[in-house]
């Protein structure tokens, strides 16, 4: 299997509707969409901004937590799944 690079650092952008998680690269790795407010993200059953901000900024942050783990400074799409 190819292994695919996914360099840091890993950005949070915002978007309509949520936000997106890039690599140092621009490829889109994540998008986390959300509702204005909680009444709107209660009666959808989907995140409210706050919340799916933070899920963003975790998620841009595997690179820094797995980089103990791995060799070199690229987290590879392998080593992302041998994590789970």
């Known amino acids: 299997m190819t292994?695919?690079?996914?360099?840091p650092p890993w950005t949070v952008e915002q978007i309509p509707g949520g936000f997106?998680?890039?690599?140092a690269n621009g490829q889109?790795?994540?998008y986390v969409y959300a509702r204005e407010t909680?009444?709107?993200a209660s009666i959808?059953?989907?995140?409210?901004?706050?919340?799916?901000?933070?899920i963003a900024v975790n998620v841009a942050k595997l690179p820094e937590l797995l980089g103990s783990k791995?060799?070199?400074?690229e987290v590879s799409v392998r080593a992302l799944?041998?994590?789970k």
């Open 38 to 40: 909680p009444e709107q």
């Open 28 to 30: 889109s790795l994540a």
């Open 44 to 54: 959808a059953k989907v995140l409210t901004f706050d919340e799916a901000r933070r």
């Open 20 to 23: 997106k998680v890039v690599d």
């Open 81 to 83: 799944r041998q994590s």
């Open 70 to 73: 791995m060799s070199g400074r």
């Open 3 to 7: 292994s695919r690079r996914l360099p």
